[in-house]
């Protein structure tokens, strides 16, 4: 007999998922002993980073619950095959499950071996985002029409009890087991002060999704929220644009923008003008010829390029690249606005988001950028303020590691009138489904990007990218990608060897 598998958990991971607003993934095929341990070790120190421990023994029920019912369906679904019955004819089901328990539980080994050879799996998913815990038990088998409605029947039925001792009198399941599993998870539900509708079940075309959602504690919500506007409104210390940009900014707003007006004041800025001739020769604009001209490099990006330049030339202006630290944050939006340029270029030609997304990509992260350069003088004077509203100073370490980095960046993008669709990008950039549909490509392209750099430095699995942007950027599975980040990887190493 093999070994036990040794599963070590990755607190490191853990916690930059939680600050960066990241899926953790944690995917198995047969969930032996080892796994539902390795589980559960996730799941406390998940909670544990999120300050939630309180809830651990609820959600570490609800989990393993949902998972071998997950596990359960897919021995169901291999069975059914060996047996040559469909699961979805009513006769057929009545008849396989007369001896789907005793002949499975008899052979569980084979059965097991059945699901992982036909690639079945059963996926956690555990992510914070929009002040939410989202927990999620996948398995790539789709629930049939009379599952569902048996599972909701069930469900219904748990909202009349309100405790263990009335579930375990009254409700008795024979067939599957999964009865009053359900109802246990719903009480469960209602001892960490929620209700039924925090949990859902549904099926996507492909999988089966079990999906439980508790807010997060109100007071640390508030105290997060709080503490960000207070970092963003400390901006106010920080210089506006400096006068030269102003000027530009000025002659942009023009109803009738005489381009040599602009060239002739950028041309007062040598760094400026080196940073607009750097884009407009870089792979962005595909050019046959280098162009050198301060003139001819305004005709190329037209006015909206020219203000873009301005919102990144800008805020590093302002921000600094001084340190170690903004060097690497400014190095990855870098990356990060090549590849949301080479993503779109790659699958949409839509103009308007060419025009916008480079800019979108090097400002994503601003709001770690912000954090960084806070002075210690203002760091004290964030502490006094946690001290006068009894805000815990695990919030100021939460903040200083990601946590909320993209409110923060949003909050100073609007105080310095940075134009909607690009405080919305800064803003939702880990959270695209949240953005406006007007902005929703550019915020995707973007989010893709950024994940793209988090995968190619592993800090992020290919299972941790959201499926929806993938899809609508028409990558199809995880060759695909790789072959695009090579790719976009080489693109980026050869533009800046110049």
Known sequence: MPPAQKFVVDEAKIRKAIVSGFPLTLT???????????????????????????????IVYCVQELAVNAKKANTKRVYFIEQGLNLSDPGDYQKGMENFKDTTLGNIAHYLELQEKQGLYIRLILQIQENTINIEIRNNVVVTRAELIRIHDRLARSRQFSTMEDALSQVLDDSEGAGLGLVILVLMLKKMGLDEDCFNLHSSSKETIARITVPLDKLQVENVSVLSGAIA????????????????????AGSNADMGAIARQLSMDPALTADLLRIVNSAQYMLVRRVDSIFDAVKMVGIQGIRNLL?????????????????????????TAYYAYSLAAHSRRDRTLLDDVYVSGILHDMGKI?????????????????????????TIEDLSAGMNHAEIGA???????????????????????????????????????????????GNATFDQIEAEPLA????????????LLNRFSQGFKKENEH
């Not at 002075?375 to 805000?391: Q, T, V, Y």
């Not at 669709?421 to 950024?450: G, K, M, Q, S, W």
Request: proline fraction near 4%; glycine fraction near 2%; include cysteine.
């Open 28 to 58: 198995t095929f047969t969930l032996p002993r080892e796994m539902e341990a390795y589980i559960e070790s996730i799941i406390v120190a998940f909670l544990k980073h999120a300050g939630q421990e309180k809830l651990r023994d609820y």
């Open 411 to 457: 909050l100073i993008a609007e105080k310095w009138n940075f134009p909607d669709t690009l405080v919305n990008t800064i803003r939702y950039h880990h959270n695209p489904a949240a953005a406006d549909e007007n902005c929703r490509d550019l915020v995707e392209c973007v989010y893709l990007a950024n994940m793209l750099c988090e995968y190619e430095d």
């Open 311 to 335: 919102y990144s030339y800008g805020t590093q202006q302002i921000l600094g690249s001084d340190t170690q630290e903004k060097k690497q944050l400014w190095e990855h939006c870098y990356k």
């Open 233 to 252: 409104n400390s901006v106010s210390s920080l210089p506006q644009f400096p006068e030269n940009i102003l000027a530009v900014q000025r002659l942009i």
């Open 472 to 483: 609508r950027f028409g990558i199809s599975d995880q060759n695909h990608l790789d072959s």
């Open 370 to 394: 912000i954090f960084s350069n806070v002075h210690p003088e203002l760091l004290d004077k964030i502490k006094n303020f946690c001290a006068e509203r009894n805000i815990p100073t695990s």
